[in-house]
Antibody, heavy 118, light 108 residues
Framework: QVQLQESGPGLVKPSETLSLTCAVS?????????WGWFRQPPGKGLEWIGS???????YYNPSLRSRVTVSVDTSKNQFSLTLSSVTAADTAVYYC???????????WGRGTLVTVSS | EIVLTQSPGTLSLSPGERATLSCRAS???????LAWYQQTPGQAPRLLIY???SRATGIPDRFSGSGSGTDFTLTISRLEPEDFAVYYC?????????FGQGTKVEIK
């Protein structure tokens, strides 16, 4: 059974960098699929942030591209998200997920709430 | 960017009734590149439908998807208590992939 688990600080100060990691179990990232990040502000809908293949090829939402980096560590079977210069608008539940190259996501982590506040 | 508009915003129905949810795209979604997800409070989204009409693994056959181009529909033939949730459509026809704002199916 494929499982994903997000981890990272739940509170980040404005203008600082948000960093999250997604640990994958039950499947090797090196075997394929796209691995990505999504977020959902409280009470709102879903937004795609960015994704990558195990090879390191990355794809980002243009609205966040200048602030986002997604990277992979195949030796630890995990991938990471960094989002720089955060503001209160970046407060959200952040999810990691496995996606088919076509685009739909079949396995999701449980999500982690990140609050941006001083 | 393709904007997805879901309607209605809220659907109030009783268990056993049929639910019809709509997702309209601002431009054509090619190759039926549309998925539907179910989300219950505090939980991650759950994939229901991909390719507009293909059910994901383990999804009951009371869930069905249809449509093409700019108009798509998710139908729940007979609502079970566990089906009361928020449903999102997602297009992956063009980047960035985008989601609709959601339809809440609530108990009447």
């Amino acid at each position: 059974q494929v499982q994903l688990q997000e981890s990272g600080p739940g509170l980040v100060k404005p203008s600082e960098t948000l960093s999250l990691t997604c640990a994958v179990s039950g499947y090797s990232i090196s075997s394929g699929y796209l691995w990505g990040w999504f977020r959902q502000p409280p009470g709102k809908g879903l937004e795609w942030i960015g994704s990558l293949y195990h090879s390191g090829n990355t794809y980002y939402n243009p609205s966040l591209r200048s602030r986002v980096t997604v990277s992979v560590d195949t030796s630890k079977n995990q991938f990471s998200l960094t989002l720089s210069s955060v503001t209160a608008a970046d407060t959200a539940v952040y999810y990691c997920a496995r996606s088919y190259s076509s685009g739909w996501a079949d396995y999701w982590g449980r999500g982690t709430l990140v609050t941006v506040s001083s | 960017e393709i904007v997805l508009t879901q309607s209605p915003g809220t659907l109030s129905l009783s268990p056993g009734e049929r639910a019809t949810l709509s997702c309209r795209a601002s431009q054509s979604v090619t190759s039926s590149s549309l998925a539907w997800y179910q989300q219950t409070p505090g939980q991650a989204p759950r994939l229901l439908i991909y390719g507009a009409s293909s059910r994901a693994t383990g999804i009951p056959d009371r869930f069905s998807g249809s449509g093409s181009g700019t108009d798509f529909t998710l139908t729940i033939s007979r609502l079970e208590p566990e089906d009361f949730a928020v449903y999102y459509c997602q297009q992956y026809s063009s980047s960035p992939q985008t989601f609709g704002q959601g339809t809440k199916v609530e108990i009447k």
